[in-house]
Nanobody
Framework: QVQLVESGGGLVQAGGSLRLSCVSS?????MAWYRQPPGKQRELLAT???????NYEDSVRGRFIISRDNVKKAAYLQMNSLKPEDTAVYYC???????????WGQGTQVTVSS
């Protein structure tokens, strides 16, 4: 069983930045970040392969950067130019394939004030 632990959420003013971290209990091929805004469905933000190839959804491309450190078995999400609509619970996910993310962290709250 793969365990994921996120950290780094908090309260930030609009225009500010936050960096989320996710540490995995084991090395794994694909890692991703999702978020779930209040009253909405969970949405994919970005994925990254073990080789560092990243993909982004349009909603965050150019503002958020996903990265990983394979030695630390960690993935990161650098969030810049934050907007109130970025307020959500952010989840780290991991999988051996890109088709379905099987492992999930507990989530970390990000709140952006206007």
């Amino acid at each position: 069983q793969v365990q994921l632990v996120e950290s780094g959420g908090g309260l930030v003013q609009a225009g500010g930045s936050l960096r989320l971290s996710c540490v995995s209990s084991t090395s794994i091929s694909f890692m991703a970040w999702y978020r779930q805004p209040p009253g909405k469905q969970r949405e994919l933000l970005a994925t990254i392969t073990s080789g560092g190839m990243a993909n982004y959804e349009d909603s965050v491309r150019g503002r958020f950067i996903i990265s990983r450190d394979n030695v630390k078995k960690a993935a990161y999400l650098q969030m810049n130019s934050l907007k109130p609509e970025d307020t959500a619970v952010y989840y780290c996910a991991a999988s051996w394939t890109l088709s379905t993310f099987s492992y999930w962290g507990q989530g970390t709250q990000v709140t952006v004030s206007s």
